[in-house]
């Protein structure tokens, strides 16, 4: 996971459980449209935000594909913009 708390381009979700994951993925959205807002963040693309999500491919899990699977899910679900790279567990998030 990102030690630097002032890292708003990615998170890394590599040996944090699918409600921890999901969890700070919500965090840091949240906190990214607030700075957003209150302009202390620049969007780092041309009118929006991308938080790229690493999930990892679940090559060296029991359960191989279980986090990703699950974040592909929470965020369709829960209607963020997304695209998705399900052979390397990666989201890019649009943030508005």
């Not at 699918?18 to 993925?25: D, T």
């Not at 965090?27 to 957003?36: F, N, P, T």
């Not at 491919?57 to 790279?85: C, P, Q, R, W």
Request: charged share 25%.
């Amino acid at each position: 996971m990102n030690k630097d708390p002032e890292n708003f381009h990615w998170v890394d979700l590599h040996g944090q459980t699918v409600n921890q994951s999901i969890e700070i993925v919500e965090d840091y959205v949240a906190m990214i449209e607030e700075r957003l807002q209150s302009k202390d963040l620049d969007p780092n693309a041309k009118r929006f935000h991308i938080l790229k999500v690493i999930c990892g491919a679940g090559n060296h899990s029991v359960v191989k594909t279980k986090l990703k699977t699950a974040m592909n899910k929470y965020l369709g679900d829960y209607d963020y913009i997304f695209e998705a790279d399900m052979n390397h567990g990666v989201f890019f998030l649009r943030i508005d």
